[in-house]
Antibody, heavy 117, light 107 residues
Framework: QVQLQESGPGLVKPSETLSLTCTVS????????WSWIRQSPGKGLEWIGY???????SINPSLKSRVTISVETSKNQVSLNLSSVTAADTAVYFC???????????WGQGTLVTVSS | DIQMTQSPSSLSASVGGRVIITCRAS??????LNWYQQKPGKAPKLLIY???SLQSGVPSRFSGSGSGTDFTLTISSLQPEDFATYYC?????????FGQGTKLEIK
């Protein structure tokens, strides 16, 4: 069974960089794209971007200047860096697998990141 | 960006009832439309992909239809565990945008 687990600091100071890692177990890591999605408290879902094991990425233009998504295939991990954070970046961050139909078929449990001094 | 608009934003229904949630795209997305269910404090769960294909393990009371710009999610014979928030998502073009969600509550 495919499992995804997000990890990283739960509190980040304004103007600093948010860094999260998604560790994947089960299934074939290199056969899929892996995505990041976030959800602000009480709000809807925002697609951040995704990455293939080759390193090929697609990033939401609204975040592109601040987002880096990277992959470490040897560890079955995908990472998200979001720079220059503000309170508006406070959200639950999810990683998910992108299926062959481009849907998100497996999700991590999500991790809450709060931006506050 | 393609805008996804769901209606209604919320609705109440009874156990055993039937509900239809609609999702409209701001331009044609062919059949690249997915539906998710989210319960409080949990990650979304994929229900329907490619507009009408039922994800493995999802009960058959869930069904999806549509193509182009207009789509529906139908839940027949509502069960207590179906009361949740539902999101549509287009995966036709980047960024893969979501609808604003439809909260389904018990009447």
């Amino acid at each position: 069974q495919v499992q995804l687990q997000e990890s990283g600091p739960g509190l980040v100071k304004p103007s600093e960089t948010l860094s999260l890692t998604c560790t994947v177990s089960g299934g074939s890591f290199s056969s899929y794209y892996w995505s990041w999605i976030r959800q602000s408290p009480g709000k809807g879902l925002e697609w951040i971007g995704y990455i293939y094991h080759s390193g090929s990425t697609s990033i939401n233009p609204s975040l592109k200047s601040r987002v880096t998504i990277s992959v470490e295939t040897s560890k079955n991990q995908v990472s998200l860096n979001l720079s220059s954070v503000t309170a508006a970046d406070t959200a639950v961050y999810f990683c998910a697998r992108v299926s062959s139909s481009r849907s998100l078929d497996y999700w991590g449990q999500g991790t809450l990141v709060t931006v506050s001094s | 960006d393609i805008q996804m608009t769901q209606s209604p934003s919320s609705l109440s229904a009874s156990v055993g009832g039937r509900v239809i949630i609609t999702c409209r795209a701001s331009q044609s997305i062919r059949n690249y439309l997915n539906w998710y269910q989210q319960k409080p404090g949990k990650a979304p769960k994929l229900l329907i992909y490619a507009a009408s294909s039922l994800q493995s393990g999802v009960p058959s009371r869930f069904s999806g239809s549509g193509s182009g710009t207009d789509f529906t999610l139908t839940i027949s014979s509502l069960q207590p565990e179906d009361f949740a928030t539902y999101y549509c998502q287009q995966s036709y073009s980047f960024p893969h945008t979501f609808g604003q969600g439809t909260k389904l509550e018990i009447k």
